[in-house]
């Protein structure tokens, strides 16, 4: 009977109590909780921080072309296959034009957004600024991507009213 009793007693303290059990599920279900909250957080911060870098990206374009008159600049920046469709030619009749029409009002009013595939990933965005010459306005779209890990324009263009006559 010993030895029955020996088994028995075995059994029992190779098994957690119940509420031993339901303790650590608790404890794990937090630490998911926990993981799947900070992941998150992560996603938004970076989320809003690429909003805000792509904004500084199309003002610094901005600035460096309709400001600088940086051809040098734009052909940098300008992304691969935008490259391959557009000779680089444009880029320099881009600037061409901003040059001609001088160097607008500093204070410009940016419109525009920036768009995530799948909510994360992939930022990018069209914006529009209508700069001020002494004689007309001038409309700059930018259109930017962040496909690897740096600041890309994809489109451009410009379009002026006729000065007045």
Known sequence: M?????LKHNKSTSRLPRS???????VFLIIVIAVIAGGLFFLISMRKD?????ERFVRQVIERCAFQHDAKFLHGSVASDRRLAVPPAMDDQFIYYLTKLGVPDRNYNLTGQLDFDHYFGSPHGTYQAILTYPDQHATVSLTIARPSGIWLVTDFGVTYERPPQ
């Open 2 to 6: 010993t030895n029955s009793s020996s």
């Open 20 to 26: 031993a059990q339901r303790g650590q599920a608790l």
């Open 50 to 54: 690429a909003k805000a870098e792509g």
